[in-house]
């Protein structure tokens, strides 16, 4: 960036902050969130419909001309913070991120519109595939038909609307078209589907952009959906401090409190100190995606490098300094760390963006 932003919360944002943390904490406290991952349901409808009718989350980033609320992804950010610190059960980075990244990158203001007011959309891409790097076996599409399949993509059983990048093309898919097949998932809160649009008659399919805009709306979509789950991971990275801290100033082993026990001061600490760096490189990220700045792929790929291994850390020493009660089932730690776990994996892993950094800013390759 020429003019490098500031990266402190405003007062709208610190607003913002705590109006979803105020709704969050109503209506998705951990418990409930627990209970729901013993049910089959994706997506918690009720929460989600509070968030996109009640606050208006939905079309945050879009403009009021489809009927967004004319602000910026620095605000997503805010509120992906406040999602990732309650590990919530709805689809916003898959549809309010992702699928509207790449919806606004092809010029699709009929769905933006869908978008802006709640509906739910999906980008038809592996989670761990980053959306521009190529698919090994992408479906085909021909005279308006798409067939084949897509393992395991987040968001997929919410979605209304399917986004799918095909060979030289982006086409939209309803859902109620194709087959959504739920498969296991590390991350209970952010379940995973395979897709099968048929192999004989497929599903039918718009075109939504095609030839040479393909490859940079992709590109496009990937960077902001990267820059922002750095924001996602920076929430629960905190969450996870904040739940730990509170812990080992209440335990008492040996007659002690444990945190007055050097040895964990310094490991909180050192986590501290990390989840300030990871803070840096996610507001920074948010905000060069914000203004669409020419340095967003470095500092969302800087910022994935970053938080990926900064929220597993924090989920780690979360579970680790909890003792006993951190590893059972009835304890909100297993949730943190199997999130943190699965966020490692999206949109390309911590060590492939250190290998995109390096390759973006002209450094000779490492061999692994």
Partial sequence: MSDVPSLLYTDVEDDLRAAVRSMLESHSPWARVLERTDGDVAGDRKLWT???DDLGLAGLALGEDVGGAGASWREVAVVLEELGRAVCDVPYLTSVVTATALAEAVGARELLAELATGAVAAVAVPFTQPLDHPVSDPPRFAAGRIRGRVPAV???????????????????????????????????????????????GGAAATVLAERDAVPAALARAAAVSAALLASEQLGLAQR???MTVEYVGQRRQFGRLIGSYQALKHRLADLWTAIAQARAVARYAAACAAVDDKDLPVAASLAQAVCSVVAQQAAEECVQLHGGIGFTWEHPAHLYLKRARADALAHGTAGWHRRRVGALVDLPPVAD
């Fill in 240 to 242: 996870c401090l904040e």
């Fill in 50 to 52: 509070l968030l996109t």
């Fill in 154 to 200: 987040a968001g997929a059983a919410e979605a209304d609307v399917l986004l799918v990048p095909v060979a030289g093309a982006v086409v939209r898919v309803a859902a109620a078209d194709a087959r959504i097949e739920p498969v296991p998932s590390l991350d209970m809160t952010r379940r995973v589907a395979d897709i099968d649009f048929g192999a004989e």
